[in-house]
């Protein structure tokens, strides 16, 4: 059974520009989460899809946006990006069960 | 208040000794769940071991245990017979009610000495 799939693992971008950051959840799959995680403020919550639909969002500005598709796979996307949104950002995939969180690898955002 | 905390910033344990990592949260909720992940610094998140607040008994997952003590908010990660690959960042983290969203202790950093 295939894991959380994020991609790109890397990323360099410039000030002002955007980004979409892709995840594609386990097989079976419905809710697909996004987290960022710095060194100064940890692991963050950005927010939450279940067939289609955000269903929780954190805190965090306009700019992070997301969405998923009918397959479940999910994109998140940063626009005029700033140095703080450089970042490792993670995604994490449930199924049915509470008791299961699964997370990719990360992509590695670097803001320049 | 933090909802999850992590006291030990960074821990050193020698080779095959046992080892506990402390976690204490704080919710209203009467049902939520607990994990541990641990994150090497590929970063990587990797589950290892989950407990849900109506559980009796505490989760076990091969040399992974968790310490669930309800009354005292607290549930402490246990690592039998530690290796050299259990060095790595690892955070408790609780989800809440019926929402997926996890949040995140600070972690502890741990670090096996042969």
């Known amino acids: 059974k295939a894991g959380v799939t994020q991609t790109p693992r890397y990323l360099i971008k410039t000030r002002g520009q955007q980004v979409t950051l892709s995840c594609s959840p386990i097989?079976?799959?419905?809710?697909v989460s996004w987290y960022q995680q710095t060194p100064g403020q940890g692991l963050q919550f950005l927010f939450e899809?279940?067939?289609?639909?955000?269903?929780n969002k954190g805190n965090f500005p306009g700019r992070f946006s997301g969405r998923q598709f009918s397959n479940s796979r999910s994109e998140m996307n940063v626009s005029t990006l700033e140095l703080g949104d450089s970042a490792l950002y993670l995604c994490?995939?449930?199924?049915?069960?509470?008791?299961?969180?699964?997370f990719g690898q990360g992509t590695r955002l670097t803001v320049v | 208040a933090q909802k999850i905390t992590q006291t030990q910033p960074g821990m050193f344990v020698q080779e095959k000794e046992a080892v506990t990592l402390d976690c204490t949260y704080d919710?209203?909720?009467?049902?939520?769940?607990l994990f541990w992940y641990k994150q090497p610094s590929s970063g990587e998140m990797i589950f290892l071991i989950y407990?849900?607040?109506?559980?009796?008994q505490n989760a076990t997952e091969g040399r992974y245990s968790l310490n669930f003590q309800k009354a005292r908010k607290s549930a402490n990660l246990v690592i039998s017979a530690s290796q050299l690959g259990d060095s790595a960042m690892y955070f408790c983290?609780?989800?809440?009610?019926?929402?997926?969203?996890?949040?995140f202790g600070t972690g502890t950093r741990l670090t096996i000495i042969p």
């Open positions: 407990q849900g607040s109506y559980d009796e």
């Open positions: 899809y279940f067939s289609e639909t955000q269903r």
């Open positions: 994490a995939s449930s199924g049915t069960g509470i008791t299961e969180a699964f």
């Open positions: 097989s079976g799959h419905r809710s």
């Open positions: 919710t209203s909720d009467q049902s939520y769940g």
């Open positions: 983290a609780m989800r809440e009610g019926r929402y997926e969203k996890l949040t």
